[in-house]
């Protein structure tokens, strides 16, 4: 759409633009593409991996007329985040749409298990022990969550609360929660999973929970966790390997302005980053986002709604630079002792619940504890001291440090060696609650 739509615009015919090539690839495959062949324009994730790109210096700055122009239409904040990565002046990307984050909830799959919608309210309700009884009643995960690794929306939705909650804490709230879960390699899979009713819940960046209740005609409802969640921008950026550095900057000019539409479009249902696209005259906004307008009367109203819940959701403070210099070691600890060892995991979790809510073999003291040493970050040996650590907020901005000092020399290496000492000692972990419940009756 985008495609067809961009080589029908002014900016196509003065560049002279006769075809574009869209490449899809996974997040982490983003980088060595650009430095390995030219890549005019970035576009499709969310700001975690481009502040990634901006890092790893693959990213051009904006620098002509048209597109410095049509940057400034898109407020530079909203609802306190930032929507363009500047540096010494210099805008390195710029939002081209925006997204909340949350989770989506199956009400029909919910009324069926007879759970009350009304109990999701926040973050730390997926990882409750009312969910945590489902999976032990049915031997099926409820909450659907995915990867990091393969996933930017689930990578800011992770960050999300580990500052909603603080570390610690929101470490605990991770762990239950991805106890109480089947993890997905994908967002869309678990989009897909909550539409089909697989799960009574799946987190998800707000269009995916648009999308599931318009498909399932409001079955599936989107909730938005009110103060612990933010609005974030999603980027568009001119890469350091282009060949058409002009022509790449139309394009990026033409998706801020009248490009804007095809958000609007009800098969693609998103946020756009420029509000003036709302009042642009009905004909252009049909001819932009190929829709009939009689669809898109409503969809405009419907999104322009939507548009300014965004602007006055309750948010958290987010601190930008702390996700950034965390991120990584945060992906890598997550499937280290969450995906990588879910079956301990799951089975640790559902033998706590059963010894304390159904066999009655331990006291709610006893339960407590171990719950709480369950979603505890681990102590581990530390592959490049030799020294026993424990992975708290400090550890994890020092092993980011490393990590990207050794990425940039070469070295994928660490990496692993990082993720089997975590692996080891999370799998230790979820043993010693295994046999302390063995110990106990459980």
């Not at 106890?179 to 987190?203: M, P, Q, T, Y």
């Not at 809510?357 to 040493?373: A, G, H, Q």
């Not at 102590?379 to 400090?394: A, H, I, M, N, S």
């Not at 550890?395 to 000492?421: P, Q, S």
Request: net charge negative.
């Amino acid at each position: 759409m985008a495609k067809d739509a961009f080589l029908k615009s002014e900016y196509a015919k003065r560049f002279c633009v006769s075809d574009i090539v869209f490449k899809a690839l996974p997040p982490g495959f983003w980088s060595q593409v650009i430095r390995s062949s030219p890549v005019d324009v970035a576009w499709g994730g969310g700001p975690t991996l481009f502040d990634q790109l901006f890092l790893d210096g693959l990213l051009r700055p904006l620098e002509t007329r048209y597109a410095l122009e049509a940057a400034a239409q898109v407020p530079d904040e909203i609802a306190g985040m930032p929507t363009k990565r500047v540096k010494d002046g210099k805008i390195y990307w710029v939002g081209a749409a925006i997204a909340s984050f949350g989770f989506t909830v199956n009400t029909e799959v919910a009324a069926q298990l007879g759970f009350p919608v009304e109990k999701l309210k926040h973050w730390r309700d997926l990882a409750s022990d009312d969910l945590g009884l489902i999976l032990l009643e049915y031997g099926k995960a409820p909450v659907a969550i995915a990867n990091p690794l393969q996933s930017t929306s689930n990578t800011r939705m992770y960050e999300i609360i580990l500052q909603a909650y603080g570390w610690d804490e929101g470490w605990k709230v991770l762990t239950l929660m991805a106890a109480n879960a089947e993890i997905k390699e994908g967002s869309e899979d678990v989009r897909d999973a909550v539409i089909n009713g697989e799960v009574l819940v799946g987190i998800t960046i707000d269009f995916y929970g648009y999308t599931a209740e318009k498909v399932t005609n409001g079955v599936c409802r989107y909730i938005l966790p009110q103060g612990e969640t933010i609005v974030n921008a999603d980027p568009v950026a001119v890469t350091v390997s282009t060949k058409h550095p002009e022509a790449a900057e139309a394009f990026v000019a033409w998706l801020l302005t009248e490009g804007q539409a095809i958000w609007l479009n009800p098969d693609i249902n998103r946020l756009p980053a420029n509000p003036k696209v709302f009042d642009m005259p009905l004909d252009v906004l049909c001819k932009v986002a190929q829709a009939s307008c009689g669809d898109m009367k409503a969809q405009v109203e419907l999104l322009r709604e939507k548009f300014q819940q965004a602007l006055h959701a309750k948010v958290i403070r987010f601190n930008d630079t702390l996700a950034l210099e965390t991120e990584f070691p945060m992906q890598l600890y997550f499937v280290a002792t969450l995906r990588d060892e879910h079956k301990l995991l799951q089975d640790a979790w559902t033998r706590l619940l059963k010894a304390y809510y159904v066999d009655k073999t331990i006291d709610r003291e006893t339960f407590e504890k171990l719950k709480n040493m369950l979603g505890e970050t681990v102590t581990y040996k530390d592959p490049v001291t030799g020294r026993e650590v424990k992975f708290t907020l400090e550890d994890a901005i020092r092993v980011g440090k490393l990590l990207r000092e050794a990425m940039a020399k070469g070295d994928a290496a660490l990496k692993d060696k990082y993720m089997n000492a975590w692996r080891e000692a999370a799998r230790e972990k979820y043993r010693l609650i295994l046999d302390q419940l063995s110990q106990l009756g459980g």
